[in-house]
C-alpha cells in the first residue's frame, strides 16, 4: 500500500513538474486565435508579445505609449504609428511571423498563424 502512494504521489509531481516546464519554456504571454487580433504597443513592449491567429486574420497594431513605434517583419509593416494610431496586417498564410519596432529594436514579438 506505501509503494501505491509513493508511485501516486511521484506520478502527480511528474505532471506538475511537465506544466511547470512549460510554462518556464514560454516567451511571455499569448493570446489564443479566437480571443484576440489585436496587438497593444505600451511600456516600450508589444501585449501580447505572441499573438496565434488564424489563416487571412487582420491583426491590429495599436500605439498607446508618447512615442512612434512600428511592427516591422519580413514582407510587412505597420508604418509609423503616433501615440493613439492603429496599423493593421491581414496574415494569409499559416506560419511564424517575428515582427519588430525599428525605431526601438529590442522591441520584438511574433504572430503564429496556424
Known amino acids: 500500500m506505501k509503494t501505491v502512494g ?23 504571454p ?8 489585436s496587438v497593444r504597443i505600451q511600456g516600450f513592449v508589444y501585449h501580447p508579445g505572441t499573438i496565434r491567429v488564424r489563416p487571412g486574420s ?10 512612434l513605434h512600428n511592427a516591422v517583419g519580413r514582407g510587412f509593416s505597420t508604418g509609423n504609428l503616433r501615440s493613439g494610431k492603429s496599423g493593421s496586417i491581414t496574415f494569409r498564410r499559416k506560419g511564424t511571423f517575428a515582427f519588430h519596432c525599428t525605431i526601438h529594436p529590442e522591441m520584438h514579438g511574433r504572430v503564429i498563424v496556424e
Open 6 to 28: 509513493i508511485l501516486a504521489s511521484m506520478a502527480v509531481m511528474a505532471l506538475a513538474l511537465v506544466g511547470f516546464g512549460n510554462a518556464l519554456a514560454s516567451d511571455g
Open 30 to 37: 499569448t493570446a489564443t486565435a479566437s480571443s484576440v487580433k
Open 58 to 67: 487582420t491583426v491590429t497594431f495599436t500605439n498607446r505609449d508618447s512615442g
